[in-house]
């Protein structure tokens, strides 16, 4: 009987002690296999007498009947413990934050210009695109800034390594204002028969914005940089209309009334008599300050001249400004060159 238990006891404790499935088969096969501890006592019941062999055999089939749940349970306990594991190799932690995909925006840049075309587009101005690469005509000579003129060391300009049929250096423009000429040549060119019947043609009025390049690169130049060119000729537009336009497009584009404008004179070869247009908020953190907020003027008769346009019966103005200023001062920004680092943490404040 003592054998019995202490076969159980042993049966118990090499089946607790087997870390694997396998190695718990290893062992029932020690015990209950065909030449197992079990099976070895069951046979030797052969040599018993009947009476005692009755007492026996009952006895040993409740020592097997225990292994056998020995078995089982440890059975059990290995396969909840994978069981387990696994659950835990695959855990999902639902609490964690997603990985979004970040959404995108407009450059405060961009914004500015789409807002300079929306209130000129209302009063009534085309919106054109021209060339980043120019020829020396369209950037200067048209311009009225003839060669080797000392108005042409206004602009640093960059060059590129190739000439244009005349044999000049190309530029990457210092400016927008070749657009005046590819688009009043175009309007000219589209016009050519009421203009060549003395008719009057349709006024032109456009806004050119883009990028612009210079050498030149401080807290408030960037060697790339943005402006806005305008051109309103007619047959009878006056400075009067100039003020008009700009003074709206400021009331409009900052959302306030509350400034003053003033035009300065000034010079620029294409225009005569030519100003600088500034404006003082009465409130607000730049009060005060006089900012200057674009270049202006009459456009010269020899620039009306290179439109392809009788500069007797064509007169009008023209403007430019800078996109970049004017998103720097409608946004707060001090400094020009946060704008093209590309740093997502400044760009993202202004989604
Ligand atoms: N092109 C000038 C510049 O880059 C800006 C400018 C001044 C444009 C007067 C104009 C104008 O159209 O009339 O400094």
Redesign the pocket.
């Known amino acids: 009987m003592n054998d019995l238990v202490d076969l159980v006891e042993a049966a118990r404790a090499e089946f607790t002690a087997a870390p694997t499935p396998a190695a718990l088969e290893d062992a029932k096969a020690r015990f209950l296999g065909k030449s197992g501890r079990v099976t070895e006592l069951l046979k030797g019941l052969a040599a018993l007498a009947h009476e005692a062999k009755k007492a026996r055999g009952a006895e040993i089939n409740q020592a097997k009947a225990a292994i056998e749940a020995a078995l089982q349970a440890r059975r059990e306990a290995l396969a909840a413990a994978e069981l387990e594991r696994q659950l835990r190799a695959e855990a999902l932690d639902v609490t964690l934050p997603g990985r979004s995909r970040g959404t995108g925006s407009l450059h405060p840049v961009s914004r500015t210009i789409e807002r300079i075309e929306a209130i000129f587009a209302s009063m009534g101005f085309d919106v054109a695109e021209g060339p980043e690469i120019e020829t020396d005509w369209m950037s200067f000579t048209a311009l009225n800034n003839p060669e080797n003129h000392p108005a042409r060391s206004?602009?640093d300009t960059f060059y590129v390594d190739l000439k244009d049929a005349e044999g000049r250096w190309l530029n990457l423009r210092?400016?927008?204002?070749p657009m005046?000429v590819r688009y009043a040549r175009q309007h000219a060119a589209r016009h050519a028969q009421e203009i060549a019947a003395g008719r009057p043609m349709p006024e032109i009025r456009v806004i050119a914005p883009g990028r612009?390049y210079r050498v030149d690169s401080d807290a408030t130049h960037s060697p790339m940089f943005h402006?806005c060119?305008?051109?309103w000729i007619g047959q009878n537009v006056s400075f009067k209309d100039l003020k008009v336009v700009l003074s709206d497009f400021v009331r409009r584009f900052f959302e306030t009334d509350d400034f003053d404008m003033r035009f300065r004179p000034s010079f620029?070869p294409?225009?005569e008599p030519?100003a600088e247009v500034d404006i003082a908020f009465r409130d607000g953190p730049l009060a005060g300050r006089w900012l200057e907020v674009?270049?202006?003027?009459q456009?010269h008769p020899n620039v009306v001249r290179n439109f392809g346009l009788d500069a007797e019966a064509n007169i009008g103005?023209?403007?430019?400004m800078g996109p970049d200023r004017l998103a720097m001062l409608r946004d707060g920004i001090d400094d020009m060159r946060l704008l093209f680092e590309g740093d997502l943490r400044f760009l993202a404040q202004f989604r």
């Open positions: 206004m602009q210092p400016h927008t204002s005046q612009t402006q060119e305008g051109l620029f294409f225009t030519s674009a270049g202006s003027g456009v103005f023209a403007f430019g």
